[in-house]
């Protein structure tokens, strides 16, 4: 008879209830969502190259009356490594001084930001023009 007794009490310890339950398919449902959703994502990724472009205007301080804030963005499928932007100071259509910013990286679908100074006033606003000089493929 006590051995029985014992039986019984070990149904009831190994028996779930019901919140337990829809915890645990709650949570499978979620797993395997996010398992397909990612594979899905992977499937139809089509990497393209970085697309950089390069917006910049002056943003000057009292001690750095000079300064451009320059802004990179990709718009492309992958990352672009070690970009080098140029910003020239012309004057009469001569490169009167030149700045360059480094950027680590710029990842897909970001921007980075830096600022540049430059000894001389810009005569106009014209006056200065901005290129990514070079980037590599991490």
């Given at each position: 008879?006590?051995?029985?007794?014992?039986?019984?009490?070990?149904e009831?310890?190994?028996?779930?209830?019901?919140?337990e339950w829809?915890?645990?398919?709650?949570?499978?449902?979620?797993?395997l969502?996010?398992?397909a959703?990612?594979?899905?994502?992977?499937?139809h990724?089509?990497?393209?190259s970085?697309?950089?472009?390069?917006?910049?205007w002056?943003?000057?301080?009292e001690?750095?009356?000079?300064?451009?804030h320059?802004?990179?963005?990709?718009?492309g499928?992958?990352?672009?490594?070690?970009?080098?932007?140029?910003?020239?100071l012309?004057?009469?259509?001569?490169?009167?001084?030149?700045?360059?910013?480094?950027?680590?990286?710029?990842p897909?679908e970001?921007?980075?930001?830096?600022?540049?100074?430059?000894?001389?006033?810009p005569a106009t606003?014209?006056?200065?023009?901005?290129?990514?000089?070079?980037?590599q493929k991490?």
């Amino acid at each position: 008879m006590e051995v029985k007794h014992k039986k019984e009490k070990k149904e009831i310890k190994d028996q779930k209830n019901l919140l337990e339950w829809a915890v645990f398919w709650l949570s499978l449902l979620l797993v395997l969502s996010i398992l397909a959703y990612l594979g899905y994502q992977t499937y139809h990724h089509k990497p393209t190259s970085p697309e950089l472009s390069v917006q910049f205007w002056p943003e000057p301080t009292e001690m750095q009356p000079y300064r451009y804030h320059v802004e990179v963005e990709n718009t492309g499928g992958e990352t672009a490594e070690s970009v080098q932007v140029e910003v020239v100071l012309q004057q009469d259509g001569k490169e009167v001084e030149k700045a360059e910013l480094h950027l680590n990286f710029v990842p897909q679908e970001s921007k980075r930001e830096g600022w540049v100074n430059f000894s001389q006033k810009p005569a106009t606003k014209s006056a200065v023009s901005a290129r990514v000089a070079s980037y590599q493929k991490p």
